[in-house]
């Protein structure tokens, strides 16, 4: 392949590079500093300004490669994206850039020799189209003379382009291409003949607009020339990429942009995931999931570039445009069978096809597959419920002929499966199913309303009212209580209470470590009980209970004493503080390439996640808990200091990628080897933990693992749990320590060899008895007074096994006499006769027995329904099994 996707780019920046344009780096896609737009969506958005004038551009050439997302507002492809195979969340735009430099007369000629003469494609397969009245951009393309006249086109609100209602704009020339025949089937444009600017037509694709700004538009529409003139151009690479690919093919097949090299090496490795974790289905096998696969592959490059930008799932406007993302291609994974995490594998095939150009998303790809990895971890716990709750409600539907799926289950979809509406909207798409989003949107307003009321807790959630401009801080981290006053608080029937203070010992809840609990009494001795600590919009929040007093007495201004409940602040610390050690070990026994993936710290337990492939063995779970004991016992310093967020990066700090962190931040280190960012609370020197107890380590998801933990008197309480239930095994077995491990395994052993035994002597019963030759002689079945009477021999059969053995036989004959013998060996013989309980009335197994016992030389008895005698005399046992015939007679 000549043209791949990387060398379009690479060509293009040169080309305009060759000829004065500075080549400049694309910008963010979340835009600085322009809060009117949420995503960068065209190469033409981050230069508005220098269009405007607000800002100087680098250079009056410039040269780029724009990272570009449509998925909100009036560009928003999302729901197109899969279905057909050219709409895009994500893509790159190809600009060249005069900011009042060159204008047309240099633009189009440049723009024909870099598709001509660079890219080498045949003119006569190429169009142009100008402005309707756009004579001088047509008088450029003629005096070229490299296209017929009636191939320069002209054309109207095609070839127009303005920012806005108002501001600059300007006419614009394009580029299109002829692919042949084949390349449209004309599905997208019914009743209209292929051509040039025809909507959804794939054989006339455009490669190239360049837009002339020379006028600005005012209020009443009137346009004014303006006093510099500009150029934007923009070209979308993936079609660039796939019509000169189309070109080079000889078997003239033409490829839709998700074919292109790029794509399928993402497609690829979507493939490999599908096939290893999934249905095995294949790109190009079927439409249906063709969509999946194009879909993925397309929010694989979204997610993957926003995260690299920072951005993490969330609720927030642009977190939440991410969260959807990730959750829509996590429910195509669905489609092709995969139920596990994926989408770091599709991630992966984003960095082998993209890497190259975007540095960033190859540097950062072990912390981008954690937080996509983490977010679809979160949504399959939900996802597989909503989709069979989906499913029902089609069903459901389809019986009563309706075709709107009701509000409320949309809505429960989105508040308890997670299902952002439009994920909802375009799984039930196929079926023709609407949601009623009104009353969707009435349950959101109502739900949005109570959580205001409740603010962020609904346990306890008064609502507070905190003056613009107030903000408390958190002075705790050596201290246990306070005085402050108060800076706000408001109550709600129950005598719940929240409580914002100036300054405050209680440790809001964050960077994995719990909240603080605790009392804050007032100097008239009103007293509240504080069970959970807050932030809330830059105040910490004490929520909790008036014990005494009332609301009143926690007015704004009122002095107040804070004390925190100190056991289990210390607890929580020393469990925090363990869980740095912890990181520092997992990096030096497991390698650094370990990355926390969140964390949460409470009085009992502490939890880590991190980033590692497969478990953790059992050797290095042990040496990690050695290191550990050996740092604690090592009774290390633990500083903290405060400086900027660079400079602690530079000194080596870990930083959890999914914390924000502030300007100035808190650097925590413990002795000479851990250095992490952190608000959280800390022992002063690490042998205040005492003693690191793990407990259990497991998989949270694919990449990610899981160790849980206690410290201090946490992990002494496991550590006695755990010989209580030793102790209880050995009273049990009837020894203690090492004894007890050898009787437990006589005892398996001896399972073992019974387990063999009873099945050995299951299937000689099953097989009814075999021939003798093991003891047990075949069935003499005889009836007599019309009562069914079983002998038979069964030599070398202890009791024991003779009445299960009976027990079968009555069970397998229903209504019968049964009468076994017995020749065991060194001089034992055993009878046994056993009769069915609709038989014991009129024949009793006891006397049988009693007379046939004799013949034996013994003696016995026993039930009516099964009786048993030993004897010393072999010789008599047959003899004795046939007298129990004649006695039923
Ligand atoms: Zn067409
Ligand atoms: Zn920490």
């Not at 040169?14 to 322009?34: A, C, L, M, T, Y």
């Not at 909507?199 to 004014?224: A, H, P």
């Not at 808990?625 to 870990?654: F, H, P, S």
């Amino acid at each position: 392949m000549r043209w791949t996707t990387d060398k379009i780019r690479q060509s293009f920046l040169d080309f305009f590079k060759e000829r004065g344009h500075q080549v400049i780096p694309s910008f963010p896609i979340v835009p600085k500093g322009d809060p009117t737009l949420l995503f960068v969506n065209a190469g033409m958005a981050p230069m508005k300004d220098y269009f405007l004038g607000v800002r100087t551009p680098p250079s009056r050439r410039v040269v780029d490669c724009q990272k570009c997302l449509r998925i909100s507002g009036k560009h928003n492809d999302l729901e197109a994206v899969g279905r057909d195979t050219y709409h895009h969340t994500f893509f790159e735009m190809l600009g060249n850039w005069s900011f009042g430099d060159y204008y047309k007369a240099e633009a189009i000629p440049w723009h024909w020799e870099l598709i001509t003469k660079v890219w080498g494609v045949d003119p006569k397969l190429l169009y142009a189209t100008v402005y309707k009245d756009d004579d001088e951009a047509e008088q450029v393309w003629l005096k070229l003379n490299v296209l017929p006249k009636e191939r320069v086109m002209r054309f109207e609100k095609e070839n127009f382009w303005s920012m806005g209602d108002t501001g600059p704009c300007g006419p614009c020339s394009e580029i299109h291409v002829d692919r042949g025949e084949k390349a449209c089937k004309g599905e997208a444009h019914p009743g209209i003949a292929c051509g040039v600017n025809v909507d959804g037509c794939e054989r006339f694709i455009e490669l190239g607009n360049l837009v002339f700004i020379q006028y600005n538009r005012d209020e009443s529409g009137k346009l004014t020339p303006l006093p510099q003139k500009h150029v934007d151009t923009g070209s979308g690479l993936e079609r660039i990429a796939a019509a000169l690919q189309s070109l080079e093919r000889s078997d003239g097949k033409t490829l839709g942009n998700y074919e292109i090299d790029l794509f399928q090496t993402i497609i690829q490795k979507i493939e490999s995931a599908v096939g290893e974790l999934g249905s095995g289905a294949r790109y190009g096998q079927r439409p249906e999931t063709d969509i999946s696969f194009r879909a993925i592959a397309d929010h694989a490059r979204t997610m993957t570039f926003l995260i690299a930008e920072g951005v993490n799932p969330g609720n927030s406007e642009r977190e939440y445009v991410l969260r959807r993302i990730i959750r829509r291609a996590a429910r195509h994974g669905r489609y092709l069978g995969v139920h596990q995490p994926f989408l770091a594998i599709a991630q992966q095939g984003v960095v082998d096809a993209m890497g190259d150009a975007y540095p960033e998303i190859r540097k950062d790809a072990a912390k981008i597959a954690q937080v996509i990895t983490e977010e679809e971890a979160r949504f399959g716990e939900t996802l597989d419920r909503g989709l069979e709750l989906i499913d029902q409600e089609k069903a459901r539907l389809k019986k009563s002929g309706a075709k709107t799926l009701p509000g409320d289950v949309a809505f429960k979809l989105y508040d308890t499966y997670g299902f952002p509406l439009d994920l909802t909207q375009d799984v039930l798409r196929n079926d023709g199913i609407e949601v009623d989003t009104a009353e969707f949107d009435r349950l959101m307003g109502e739900q949005r309303e109570r959580a205001r009321a409740a603010r962020k807790d609904e346990a306890a959630g008064p609502e507070i009212q905190i003056a613009a401009g107030t903000s408390s801080r958190f002075v705790g981290h050596h201290s246990y209580e306070g005085e402050s006053e108060v800076l706000a608080a408001g109550a709600q029937d129950g005598g719940s209470i929240a409580i914002v203070v100036a300054e405050t010992p209680f440790y809001p809840e964050g960077g994995g470590q719990v909240g603080d609990r605790g009392v804050i009494e007032t100097a008239s001795g009103a007293l509240a009980e504080i069970t959970e600590t807050r932030k809330a919009e830059g105040s910490i929040v004490h929520l909790g209970r008036i014990l005494q007093g009332e609301v009143a007495d926690f007015r704004r201004g009122a002095q107040v004493k804070l004390r925190i409940d100190r056991i289990r602040r210390d607890a929580a610390m020393l469990n925090h503080s363990a869980t740095h050690i912890l990181h520092y070990a997992l990096r030096d026994i497991l390698g650094t390439q370990v990355h926390q993936a969140g964390s949460l710290v409470t009085p009992d337990r502490l939890r880590f996640d991190f980033s590692h492939q497969g478990p953790v063995g059992a050797e290095a779970l042990s040496d990690i808990e050695e290191e550990i004991n050996a740092r604690v016992r090592e009774n290390a310093e633990v500083t903290v200091e405060e400086m900027a967020y660079d400079q602690a990066l530079k000194a080596g700090a870990l930083a959890f990628f999914g914390d924000k962190y502030g300007d100035v931040v808190r650097v925590v280190r413990m002795g000479d080897f851990s250095v992490e960012l952190c608000g959280g609370t800390h022992v002063s020197r690490t042998g205040d933990v005492g003693f690191f107890k793990l407990h259990a380590e497991s998989g949270v998801a694919s990449g990610v693992r899981r160790i849980e933990a206690a410290t201090g008197q946490g992990a002494l309480e496991a550590v006695r749990e755990q010989e209580k239930l030793l102790g209880q095994l050995g009273a049990k077995l009837g020894s203690t320590d090492a004894a007890a491990l050898d009787r437990l395994e006589k005892i398996i052993a001896r399972e073992k060899e019974l387990e063999k035994k009873l099945r050995a002597l299951e299937q000689k019963l099953a097989s009814g008895g075999g021939n003798g030759g093991d003891g047990a002689a075949a069935e003499n079945v005889r009836e007599v007074n019309g009562i069914k009477v079983v002998m038979r021999r069964a030599d070398g059969i202890d009791p024991r096994a003779l009445r299960e053995m009976a027990d079968r036989m009555r069970q397998k004959h229903g209504s019968a006499v049964v009468a076994l013998g017995s020749d065991q060996g060194e001089g034992k013989v055993a009878l046994l006769v056993a009769v069915t309980p609709d038989l014991t009335a009129r024949i009793k197994a006891g006397d049988i027995v009693k007379q046939i016992a004799p013949l034996i030389g013994g003696s016995g008895g026993g039930r009516p329904d099964m009786a048993q005698a030993g004897g010393r005399d072999a010789s008599k046992l047959d003899e004795a099994l046939e007298k129990v015939a004649s006695l039923v007679g």
